[in-house]
């Protein structure tokens, strides 16, 4: 699904943000990991509300200058709120347009890359876009509303067989067969609009056991085929980190699916290109995960650009 072309966003939006409520993930191995010190250059390519970002930039000062980049203009308006500055910019970008970012700003390979491929806790809250199950909400799904079509558009449109394969390759949902075929014989007199209308077909069809809502795979993989993510991470690992890091620089990638954690592992090993300094992810503590549930499926690796 192509993306639409974009006006230009330099900066967050003039929105002033509700009070954020997002808890950055392996925020002790991240810091540990990246050996961050006075004077060094570091992308924080999803910055979200900065979680991450507010102790890089404090670790890096005085004379470090920190890129924030993010789709989502809510989330750059809660990082502004938390860094700014002379050596800050944050900007609405995708973190595969970083080759032209660094050009736009002047500046060459850069010492410290860091992506966190995890929906934010705040995204999740937002009703206007139906991240979150609970929250509601149209069935927008975009990091980018200028970008791309709603969640909801999309399910009016694409065939049961396409929409099959896509829940069983993002989702990884089981039942992706009958949940699409449902969404189609729906969309023939009311087609699925909002989280609640979407949440409650598959609780229909799946039934409600443990404590995930049974709509969470369906939710999961309708955002990363309306957001194109794993396109934009496989022209990342593939050749915006090659070109954007400086020699002997560090690359840090947190991922929560199967599927990105494999194609980072695997671009990692690529030995005549990276040095790999995790062999096993790194994972969060159990006193993490009791604190933030939400961590439980964060996996943090690492590399070093030779």
């Not at 970012?101 to 009703?127: N, T, Y």
């Not at 969640?151 to 067969?177: C, F, I, N, Q, W």
Request: charged fraction near 25%; hydrophobic fraction near 40%; aromatic fraction near 4%.
């Amino acid at each position: 699904m192509p993306d639409q072309p974009a006006s230009p966003a330099p900066g967050p939006s003039p929105q002033s943000p509700k009070k954020h409520v997002h808890i950055p993930v392996l925020l002790h191995e991240v810091l540990s990991a990246l050996d961050l010190r006075p004077g060094l250059t570091v992308v924080d390519g999803t910055v979200g509300a900065a979680g991450h970002s507010r102790k890089i930039h404090e670790k890096i000062q005085p004379g470090g200058t920190l890129i924030g980049l993010d789709r989502d203009s809510l989330m750059l308006g809660y990082a502004a709120q938390f860094i700014d500055g002379e050596h800050v910019q944050l900007l609405q970008r995708s973190y595969s347009e970083l080759p032209d970012v660094l050009q736009e700003l002047s500046l060459g390979p850069v010492d410290r890359i860091l992506v966190d491929l995890g929906l934010s806790s705040d995204q999740l809250a937002d009703r206007e876009r139906g991240f979150g199950i609970q929250a509601g909400g149209p069935l927008d799904l975009r990091f980018d509303t200028r970008q791309g079509v709603p969640a909801a558009e999309y399910l009016r449109t694409v065939s049961a067989d396409d929409l099959t394969k896509m829940l069983r390759e993002y989702g990884e949902e089981p039942l992706a067969e009958r949940i699409a075929g449902a969404i189609v014989d729906r969309r023939k007199t009311q087609p699925v609009a909002t989280s609640e209308d979407l949440a409650e077909l598959v609780r229909r069809i799946k039934g409600t056991r443990g404590d995930t809502h049974p709509a969470t795979q369906v939710f999961q993989a309708l955002r990363i085929a309306v957001n194109r993510e794993f396109d934009h991470l496989r022209t990342f690992l593939d050749t915006v980190l090659p070109a954007c890091l400086a020699p002997g620089g560090l690359a840090a990638v947190i991922t929560f699916h199967s599927l990105e954690d494999r194609l980072v592992k695997e671009t990692f090993r690529e030995t005549e290109r990276w040095d790999n300094l995790t062999k096993k992810p790194l994972v969060a503590s159990p006193a993490e995960i009791r604190l933030n549930p939400r961590s439980r499926t964060a996996k943090l690796r690492l590399a070093r650009l030779r």
